[in-house]
């Protein structure tokens, strides 16, 4: 039998109705995908408790011993059955609300059981509530009892984690001994795996902690070489393709600017990145490198010196960014600092005009221009450059795989492409997720900035929030005050920034406010924005669409409002907003007082750290790798089930290496020995993503 066929409907006790609900919630059709539904946890259910041993208990725990007799409390609602329990020495109430009648049948007086779960505590005194009741036979679960995710929906339908325990274990039954194995001999022999039969049982039903640690190394490794394994074949076909351009020499404008014109001594993390990029772009390939920087690392001047090196090549570069506002700040910025360099520099957005375009093209196509800033109009057909070397996208995660493919097709020869990014993606990750992507890293900010304090506010606190802006207003500075995302169907969300808005404008009557969220029209929404840019308006009411990097020095507040609805990549951009002038500043995250452990928790990283390496491994840890705020929405080439980037670093790292020997003395997994590679990485990228115009 197949098992990555067979239908789990025809598991004794699922049914078609209940298969139809597991496929629906889970995406499990097959006895392979139902295999392949990981324990999130396991209960040690080897040790027994005594009831007298039973102070600060917060877990599963169970107990052997006798019901010694039924009563029955309570009226209406409130009717309970009680289930006295003695384990020989002491007693304590089992208590059911539900199935009075069932329990007094079932259950005998005076008669072995075992009682499973997770006890009260009341005033001191314990018990439990529907309690598992099992009698003591041979084929309990001795050792550890996996639990399973479910969904609501799935335990109306009797799909709890017990019932899921009982198919997978009819599933694995099915499993011949002879399982044909899914990683090649010299892996398994290079680290002693467990076989896969074996692993599949011992991660479901693990005999101990041991063997369980051991399943669950085989399993973890084979899900990221399989990873890596669909990323770098890809990454190498690419690669080997792509002949670039060679910027052979460092010329006269590169090093006129550098010292003549560089208003600031560079960092010796810009030193370093300048030089990796420079490396690249010598070399006979072309270049795919994804610049990481901090908010206010100063990636921008990388950029120019990158763009400067392109044009002493005589090749022309452009800078690409998601949005008109940003755009225009690159344009003002680049232009201000190439004065007096003889380097040519325009803007091209959607709102140029049209007879402000055709100089441009024009420019571009003989070749009089050097540099040009612009947004995704850069992209459409009628931009032709004479001569593209380089293209610079900032801020990447707003700039799709097609757009970047775009940017490749305006030379006959893919210009070199340099992303940048702030959104500080861990290293083991970039490296999944980008298979032969470089990646260079600005960990350092330019000297004397003060660090940003974060506090995190309960409602209780707003007056005094509100003073404490009063007071900064008083000094001059400027204050952003965020909301979650206004989204097409939530209404709820515009009233909230615009009730914010009418609030700001009536509680700080000494300055102009501005408001921006998504549902603004591009022009209205941009005069907004430059109102408070020029610091015409001293507040700024807004959606998300500030994220990302708008530069207003003076701003020394960042008030984000629910900010336990933001993921802590975002809070930790939006927070980059302020801290880039001289003056001491602040982020107030505000929430209700009712909120999660996990909230708390994650709103203290925001208070404890600055580091955006930090804020992303702690998001990456709190709510798995989908969320890592937009940059990784393309996701990898399929789900993981048991593996984590973070956690799994050092597997991952190992899986890499092994890949990489495989396919360089195999590249078309040809040998006997790796053939069933390919059909395993079939069946597998279920949901793959074009990675081939991304390394
Ligand atoms: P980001 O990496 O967020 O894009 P920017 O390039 O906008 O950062 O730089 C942030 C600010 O820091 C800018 O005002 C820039 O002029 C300044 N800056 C960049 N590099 C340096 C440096 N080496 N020394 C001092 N200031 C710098
Ligand atoms: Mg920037």
């Not at 995908?33 to 102070?55: A, Q, T, V």
């Not at 072309?286 to 690392?297: A, E, F, I, K, Y």
């Not at 380097?343 to 007879?355: A, C, D, H, Q, R």
């Not at 006997?672 to 990228?685: G, M, N, S, V, Y």
């Amino acid at each position: 039998m197949d098992i990555t066929k067979a239908d789990i409907k025809y598991l004794p006790g699922m049914g078609p109705k209940r298969a139809e609900l597991l496929n629906k919630e889970l995406g499990i059709q097959t006895l392979y995908d139902l295999i392949n539904h990981f324990p999130y946890k396991y209960i040690d259910r080897s040790r027994f408790y005594k009831i007298s041993e039973m102070d600060n208990v917060n877990a599963h725990i169970q107990i052997r011993g006798q019901i010694v007799g039924f009563s029955v409390k309570g009226e209406g609602r409130a009717k309970r059955l009680i289930a006295l329990f003695s384990d020989g020495e002491k007693t304590i109430e089992l208590i059911f609300f539900k199935g009075l009648n069932y329990i007094t049948d079932a259950y005998k007086i005076r008669t072995d059981y075992i009682i499973f779960g997770k006890p009260n505590c009341f005033n001191g005194v314990y018990s439990f509530v529907h309690p598992d009741i099992e009698l003591p036979t041979e084929d309990r679960i001795k050792g550890f009892m996996p639990l399973y995710h479910t969904t609501e929906k799935m335990k109306t339908h009797g799909l709890h984690s017990k019932a899921l325990q009982k198919f997978i274990f009819l599933a694995l039954k099915q499993l011949p001994e002879k399982l044909p194995e899914t990683l090649p001999l010299t892996v398994r022999k290079k680290h002693g795996f467990m076989g896969l039969f074996q692993a599949l049982w011992e991660i479901h039903f693990p005999h101990n902690s041991n063997l369980l640690d051991l399943a669950k190394t085989r399993l973890k490794y084979e899900e990221l070489f399989y990873i890596q394994l669909a990323i770098l074949r890809q990454a190498k076909g690419m690669r080997a393709s792509t002949r670039g351009h060679e910027f052979l020499k460092v010329g006269d404008k590169f090093n006129d600017f550098y010292h003549n014109h560089l208003p600031f001594a560079l960092t010796e993390a810009q030193k370093r990145v300048i030089k990796e990029i420079r490396a690249d772009m010598r070399g006979p390939k072309q270049m795919n490198r994804l610049l990481q920087g901090d908010v206010g690392s100063g990636k921008t001047i990388v950029a120019l010196m990158c763009m400067l090196l392109a044009v002493d090549n005589g090749f022309q570069a452009c800078l690409v960014a998601p949005t008109e506002i940003l755009a225009t700040q690159h344009y003002l910025g680049l232009k201000d600092l190439l004065k007096n360099t003889g380097v040519t520099v325009e803007l091209l957005i959607g709102s140029t005009k049209k007879s402000e375009r055709k100089p441009i093209h024009e420019a571009l196509r003989n070749g009089n221009l050097d540099i040009l800033v612009g947004t995704h109009a850069v992209l459409e057909d009628e931009v032709q450059f004479n001569n593209l070397g380089l293209a610079i996208i900032d801020e990447q995660h707003r700039f799709g795989v097609a757009q970047r493919a775009k940017m490749w097709s305006k030379n006959t020869r893919a210009p070199h492409v340099l992303v940048m990014t702030a959104t500080p993606i861990p290293r083991t990750l970039a490296m999944t997720v980008y298979g032969d992507l470089d990646v260079s890293v600005i960990d350092e900010l330019p000297p004397g900035r003060k660090p940003i304090r974060t506090y995190h506010f309960y409602e209780t606190k707003r007056p005094n929030v509100y003073s404490f802006i009063h007071k900064e207003l008083a000094e001059g500075r400027q204050i952003y005050v965020v909301y979650p995302l206004v989204k097409e169907s939530e209404k709820i969300d515009l009233k909230n920034v615009e009730e914010g808005f009418e609030s700001m404008k009536n509680i700080f009557k000494e300055v102009k406010v501005s408001m921006v969220h998504g549902k603004m029209k591009p022009a209205e929404k941009d005069s907004e924005m430059q109102a408070f840019v020029s610091g015409e308006t001293r507040i700024l009411v807004a959606t998300t669409v500030i994220e990302v990097g708008v530069n207003v020095p003076n701003a020394s507040v960042m008030v984000i409002e629910n900010a336990e609805r933001f993921g802590l990549s975002q809070l930790h951009q939006l927070r980059g907003r302020v801290g880039r002038g001289a003056e001491q500043s602040h982020c107030i995250l505000m929430t209700k007082y009712e909120i999660s452990e996990d909230t708390r928790k994650r709103l203290s990283i925001m208070t404890e750290t600055n580091d955006g390496f930090k804020v992303a491994e702690a998001d990456l840890q709190l709510r798995g790798p989908g969320d890592l705020d937009g940059t990784m929405q393309s996701g990898l080439p399929f789900a993981l089930h048991i593996a984590n980037l973070v956690r799994d670093g050092v597997v991952l790292q190992t899986a890499r290496e092994d890949v990489q020997q495989i396919l360089s003395s195999d590249p078309n997994l040809q040998s006997p020995e790796h053939q069933f590679l390919t059909a395993q990485l079939k069946l597998r990228a279920t949901d793959a993503v074009n990675w081939s115009m991304i390394s």
